[in-house]
Nanobody
Framework: QLHLVESGGGRVQPGTSLTLSCAAS????????FGWFRQAPGKEREFVAS?????????LYADAVKGRFSISRENSKDMVYQQMNHLGPGDSAVYYC??????????????????WGQGTQVSVSS
């Protein structure tokens, strides 16, 4: 199990960009797949993006963010990132980093996911 800490959230204007970071600590970073999820007020938490543990890391994105968001990992620093471009009000949410040894757990957002961060708030408004 990893300890995950997100950072980089904030209040931005529509059309701008933001990069979220997820710092992982523990011994399982290299065996873990990672994902970003988000939860807006009054809505259920939803899958945003995932990246696999293999070198190069295959990625998957929710349709709502495809082409605008990019997930990456920096194995030398035990870090996972999410670059978010062309942000709109619909992207406002608390963003969570998650990790698990089974990629399907991340993709399907199952209750089996072993590690979650505390979340970072992203607010997009003019």
């Amino acid at each position: 199990q990893l300890h995950l800490v997100e950072s980089g959230g904030g209040r931005v204007q529509p059309g701008t960009s933001l990069t979220l970071s997820c710092a992982a600590s523990g011994s399982d970073f290299f065996t873990s797949h990672f994902g970003w999820f988000r939860q807006a007020p009054g809505k259920e938490r939803e899958f945003v993006a995932s990246i696999s543990r293999r070198s190069g890391g295959s990625t998957l994105y929710a349709d709502a963010v495809k082409g605008r968001f990019s997930i990456s990992r920096e194995n030398s620093k035990d870090m996972v990132y999410q670059q978010m471009n062309h942000l709109g009000p619909g992207d406002s949410a608390v963003y969570y980093c998650a990790a698990d040894n089974t990629l399907q757990h991340i993709i399907e957002e199952t209750k089996a996911i072993t590690s979650w961060g505390q979340g970072t708030q992203v607010s997009v408004s003019s």
